[in-house]
Every structure is written in C-alpha cells, then in structure tokens.
C-alpha cells in the first residue's frame, strides 16, 4: 500500500493522504514483471500466505504474463507500506509474513530447463545458497539486490551467494555499509561486476578497472518524480534483460536507467514499469530475446 502525503505527520499527529494506490510488489515480483516488460519472459519462484493478498500477488503477476511456481503457506502475505513525500523519495515499513522467500522444497526442485538468469534479493542465506548453487552446477549466470538488510550480520554472512555472481545491484545505502570502495569489497568475494545505483543520478557500472556511467536523459524523462517504488527493481531486470539480449553493458545501464526513470512519473511499482515499444521508440528496434529470467 502506497499512502502520498503532503509531509510528513509530527507524533500524535493526523493527516490525509491525497491518493492511495495499492498492487503487488516485492523486488523478485517487481523484477520478473519488469522484465516480461522489456521482452524476455520470467518465471517467479515464490512463497504466498494463504490470504486474499497471496491470491491477489499470483492474479496479477499473472496478468502481466509472468509464470509463477509457488509455495501457499499458512499465514499473512507479506505485506509493505509505503509513505511517499511530494519529492517522490519512500519511507517503507515492512510486515515480513510468511513470504520473505522462496520455499527450501522449491528451491531445491524447481526446474531450471530453459532459465538463461536468476536474479535475487538473499533474505535467506541458507535457501538463496542453494539456488546460487543450482545455477552454478548448471552454468546459469544470476545476479543479487544488495539490500543493507539481508548483511546485517556483515557482508561475508553472503559469501555463498556471492561468489561467482554476474551482477550485484548495490544501491548507495548498502555500498555505504560496504565501506570507502564497494566494488572492490564486492570483488574480494568473487562478484564479476556490480551496478551501483545513485537514484536521480543515475547508476554505474563496475568491472575491474572498466567503469560505464548513465545518468537520466532529461530530455526523455516521463515527467516529475512522482514515485520511486521499485524503480531499483525495473533498472535491475532491464539491464539483465538487454545482456540477455546481447547488449554490451554500455547499452544495458542506459536501457536500464532510462526505463527506471519513466518508472518514477506514475504512481505504483509494476503498473509505472514501461514495455520494450516505449523503449524502442526512443531506441530502436528490438533486439532478439535469449533465454528466460527466473
């Protein structure tokens, strides 16, 4: 549930919201919509509570095309509220449920015929290690959300997960916590490259001494910034959907960060992600589609 308001309210004080929007969200459910938008097809592995929203969750990803194998689990979906300022910039408090994460069961048999990437947010270490290393056994590339609070108990509690990955997104909260040169933090645990996002700034890419900068294009921007729920999440799957269809990261981060741009004029995470034709009418012609994201 996204709440606008005006300010923010002082302790014991009542406002009015000036508009209300609510959808499904989450960063592997923002992701897999994000990229079914950019043309490559996604399938979502996910936990849903046995409540009205879990079967709302799988309506809507289905909607959008998304394939989804899930795990019902007795309990409340989890569910966020979001409280955004005129600025566009999000509070966010989250109610975990039952639904962090993937089912260990699932994780374990679910196929992976056809997956070209995986792309995660490792709530749980233990369960996120076994689906990095199904991938690794079978040669599949997948990449990480770093969020600061999946590495509370340090970065190395993610070595498993992050040994070998393609891709980190790192957003400037986390690479704060990873210290003065995040990428080379990242590095000494096997990441080949990470993207660091920097909101209205744009977002970088790193690999070795290789660096690609994109900043917002201002003169295709959507508009003013109304709401950046899950404009992280769009820049994550359009840049994994462009390397999937074979851009050089040059092309990948602009795709990416354009797309995470016009995400941020419309209010709601998945209804504001734009579809390839947006993109190729700025672009070009679509590319071909390699593979799927899981």
């Not at 592997?28 to 079967?55: E, F, T, Y």
């Amino acid at each position: 549930m996204t709440l606008f308001v005006d300010r923010m309210p002082d302790p014991d004080e009542k406002l009015f919201t000036s508009r209300t929007v609510e959808s499904a969200g989450g960063v592997a459910a923002n992701a897999a919509v994000a990229c079914v938008r950019a043309g490559v097809p996604a399938r979502a592995w996910l936990s849903l509570g046995d409540d009205a929203a879990g079967q709302a969750v799988r309506a809507q990803l289905g909607s959008d095309r998304v394939t989804v194998a899930a795990t019902c689990v007795p309990g409340p979906t989890c569910r966020s509220v979001i409280i955004l300022e005129p600025s566009g910039e999000k509070r966010l408090l989250l109610s975990p449920g039952v639904s962090m994460y993937p089912a260990a069961e699932l994780v374990r048999t679910a196929s992976l015929d056809g997956i070209g990437w995986m792309h995660t947010v490792v709530y749980d270490p233990h369960t996120g290690g076994e689906a990095v290393a199904r991938c690794r056994e079978r040669g599949i590339p997948w990449s990480l959300d770093l969020e600061s609070a999946t590495f509370e108990a340090g970065i190395a509690s993610l070595g498993a997960s992050l040994s070998g990955a393609a891709v980190v997104f790192c957003n400037a909260r986390a690479a704060a916590k990873l210290g003065p040169d995040p990428a080379a933090a990242l590095a000494s645990y096997g990441v080949q490259a990470i993207v660091l996002t920097r909101g209205a700034a744009g977002a970088t890419w790193r690999r070795g001494a290789e660096r690609v900068v994109a900043v917002p294009d201002a003169s295709i921007a959507g508009g003013p910034i109304i709401d950046t729920t899950g404009a992280g999440d769009c820049l994550a799957a359009w840049f994994i959907a462009e390397t999937l269809c074979g851009a050089d990261p040059v092309t990948a981060l602009r795709a990416a960060v354009t797309a995470a741009t016009l995400s941020c004029s419309t209010a709601g995470a998945q209804p504001a992600f734009p579809t390839r034709a947006t993109l190729d009418a700025l672009y070009g012609a679509r590319r071909s589609t390699v593979g799927k994201v899981a």
